[in-house]
């Protein structure tokens, strides 16, 4: 007390500045305890063209796009690229899980032969940063999870999917096969229900949820009633998913991700093939929830490998440099530095364009001459050089740096991009 009776101005300040301190923890402490947890699932409906999802009343997407948004992507890799991709099933799938084409992830048929998992999918690289977190995989398609994913295998890291609900196709007992493959239509039934129920009482942080129904009536019917109401039938489960989202946002402290895509269109003519590089066999589309869609949503190259970076940033993934610098596609949420990367290379000279989306900031271009990250090395990069990002272009010689193989990186602040230059 004798401090205060012969301070008494310093020892208010003294006191004043204690309350500050406990006050900014208490107010850090609650926005902590606020903060709501991150969840995220994506919904692959295999093989259904653009035209027909926009025309057909789907209203439970439609109810999704309203929360976030709609717009068309496309599949199939660069076309005429080295990074042009069969439009196929498995394909597909994998272009979403790792953000990468065809020439990198190495699944070029529904056989998935050789898979190089060297190029992670989102489920490693979530688990690999957030063990303790949760994941699903709902699928009418055993092979989703075993090969695709690699769950509990050596060459993915041992990672484990924690919620499976999988291989009835197997199970010819309770689902027993017919040639109209309505068998498929009641899988399909099963696992919408359990995912919307694991995700309403369990809700696992990262899941997956595939239907193949949809593929099935394409082949055997095409262009036809019967392909418009199997269509209408993945949106109905759909719905059950997106239900099951909306209970959770209401109950609890969660924010929730949803996107739904498909992995390949149909041929003009029938409507029953895909594979090939046609437009109607590229084209897909995008619903989503997201609520900070940027530009790269709308833009002319947003594609199936835009999907994996997307749900990483919304999840708070930190994906590793090395693998980040493989990752095909751009954020479609959140802030970018640029959008619309282009390479040029003629007469030993690179010419890099891109749109910027900042007034500030730079561009560092790198150069690696190898690619041993595909066999599970490390590329060593170097900087051809650093430019303003509102430059928005820049040339490079590299008639100084001989090699039959160039890999260029495009590293931003927000966002990068890459491309191969194979000479033959």
């Known amino acids: 007390m004798k401090n205060i009776r012969s301070f008494p101005g310093q020892a208010i300040k003294n006191y004043a500045k204690i309350l500050f301190v406990f006050a900014g923890l208490f107010i850090s402490v609650m926005a902590t305890a ?20 926009e025309k057909l009343p ?29 439009t196929i099933s498995a394909v597909g799938y994998n272009s979403v899980l790792t953000g990468t084409w065809v020439n990198k992830h190495n699944v070029w048929d529904n056989d998935i032969a050789d898979p190089n998992y060297h190029y992670p999918t989102i ?6 940063q957030y063990p303790g977190k949760k994941t699903g995989i709902f699928s009418s398609w055993l ?11 050596p060459a993915t890291g041992d990672i484990a999917v924690d919620y499976t609900y999988d291989g009835l196709e197997n199970d010819t007992v309770n689902y027993p096969h017919d040639e109209q493959r309505q068998f498929m239509s009641h899988i399909d039934e099963s696992v919408a229900k359990k995912a919307a129920e694991v995700i309403q009482t369990d809700a696992p942080d990262l899941s997956w949820v595939y239907l193949e129904y949809t593929d099935d009536m394409g082949h055997m019917h095409g262009n036809s009633p019967e392909f418009n109401k199997a269509v209408e039938l993945a949106d109905k489960r759909v719905g059950y998913i997106w239900q ?16 739904v ?3 390949h269109g149909r041929d ?24 900070n869609l940027n530009p790269e949503f709308q833009a002319p190259q947003l594609s199936a490998t835009d999907i994996m970076p997307g749900i990483a940033r919304f999840m708070q993934i930190s994906i590793p440099k090395d693998p980040a610098f493989e990752v095909d596609g751009i954020p479609f949420t959140g802030p970018l530095s640029f959008i619309t990367p282009n390479f040029q290379y003629h007469n030993e000279s690179l010419d890099i364009s891109w749109k910027a989306l900042a007034k500030e900031g730079q561009v560092k271009i790198w150069l690696a001459l190898t690619n041993n990250f595909k066999a599970g090395g490390k ?11 509102d430059a928005q272009k820049a040339r490079f010689d590299l008639s100084g740096k001989p090699s039959p193989f160039y890999k260029i990186v495009l590293e931003a602040e927000k966002n990068t991009a890459n491309y191969w230059i194979e000479k033959k």
């Open 34 to 53: 606020q903060q709501k947890i991150k969840k995220a699932v994506f919904i692959i409906v295999d093989g259904i063209p653009a035209d027909v999802i």
């Open 58 to 86: 789907v209203t439970n997407l439609q109810a999704i796009a309203k929360a976030g948004g709609y717009s068309r992507s496309y599949v199939g890799g660069v076309k005429g690229s080295y990074s042009q991709t069969p």
């Open 123 to 128: 489920f490693r690289v979530f688990k690999e």
């Open 143 to 153: 092979d989703n999870r075993t090969k695709l994913v690699g769950d509990r295998f």
């Open 244 to 259: 099951a989202i909306r209970y959770r946002q209401q109950h609890f402290n969660e924010d929730w991700l949803i996107i």
């Open 261 to 263: 895509t498909t992995d």
């Open 268 to 291: 003009a003519a029938t409507g029953k093939g895909h594979g090939g590089q046609s437009d109607r066999e590229r084209e897909s589309w995008i619903f989503t929830n997201a609520k």
């Open 379 to 389: 590329d060593e990069y170097v900087l051809l050089g650093t430019v303003p990002l």
